[in-house]
């Protein structure tokens, strides 16, 4: 989990407050490809809290499978809405939301000066946490 938030004292905080999705190659629960985790919020929305894939599996469609699934889980589940959040910096991870039909809904402004070492992506520092929503009705 710490490679999708560097911070492990938040990654402790929220670690056991919602669901854990672990999707494994082969049914080998020892060759883990990534793993999700989601918090329930109010009014029928739940926040994909951390979402991190495997290195050596990255870039393969892996995290989109495994969004997919939590759509249709959550879906069945009667919830309305996905909400996700990642840095200004984070552009891959814009991208990749977007193209699965995330829209951007808001910033926290100022959000990651307060994790206790700066992070910085594609020679950007993180300052703001780019929030995204998904209406899991969508069809995309």
Request: net charge negative.
């Amino acid at each position: 989990m710490r490679i999708a938030d560097p911070d492990e004292r938040a990654v402790q905080e929220y670690l056991n407050m919602g669901d854990v999705f672990v999707l494994v190659a082969n049914d080998d629960i020892n060759d883990i490809i990534a793993v999700a985790l989601m918090i329930y919020e109010a009014r029928g929305r739940v926040e994909l809290k951390n979402l991190v894939v495997r290195p050596k599996y990255q870039r393969q469609g892996y995290g989109g499978t495994l969004i997919d699934m939590l759509i249709d889980y959550y879906k069945k589940k009667n919830l309305d809405e996905i909400v996700v959040g990642t840095a200004n910096s984070s552009f891959g991870n814009l991208e990749f939301y977007h193209q699965k039909g995330f829209t951007t809904f808001g910033v926290k402004e100022g959000f990651f000066d307060l994790y206790p070492e700066p992070i910085f992506e594609n020679g950007i520092q993180a300052h703001d946490m780019i929030m995204l929503i998904r209406k899991i009705d969508d069809e995309n």
